[in-house]
């Protein structure tokens, strides 16, 4: 079993940038998918970026995409979440997930994930 610790959340301007990190705890495995993902006020979980494990493959919301940069370093066993020219809408908990094997389901999605952060707090004031 594997668990999930984020950080690098806190309070920003608009504008500004933060970079939220991700590091397993507990036993490893060979990691398949890691994600992000945000939860704001009212809202539902949503998708913010995902990287293949292996290959650095990177997939990111059209709500993001151009502004945040997901990353892994493999020595480190961490995934980072660079998030530059961050708007209010941006505000937000932060969740990392990690899914360790293949399945047909879509990365996108919550379901496709096993394991969980407890999250990061993103406030982006106007």
């Known amino acids: 079993q594997v668990q999930l610790v984020e950080s690098g959340g806190g309070l920003v301007q608009a504008g500004g940038s933060l970079r939220l990190s991700c590091v397993p705890s507990g036993r490893t495995f060979s990691y398949y998918t890691m994600g992000w993902f945000r939860q704001a006020p009212g809202k539902e979980r949503e998708f913010v970026a995902a990287?293949?494990?292996?290959?650095?493959?990177?997939y990111y919301s059209d709500s993001v995409k151009g502004r945040f940069t997901i990353s892994r370093d493999n020595a480190k066993n961490t995934v980072y979440l660079q998030m530059n020219s961050l708007k209010p809408e941006d505000t937000a908990v932060y969740y990392c997930a990690l899914q360790y094997a293949y399945s047909f389901a879509v990365l996108t999605t919550t379901s496709a994930y096993d394991y969980w952060g407890q999250g990061t707090q993103v406030t982006v004031s106007s």
């Open positions: 990287t293949r494990w292996s290959s650095g493959s990177t």
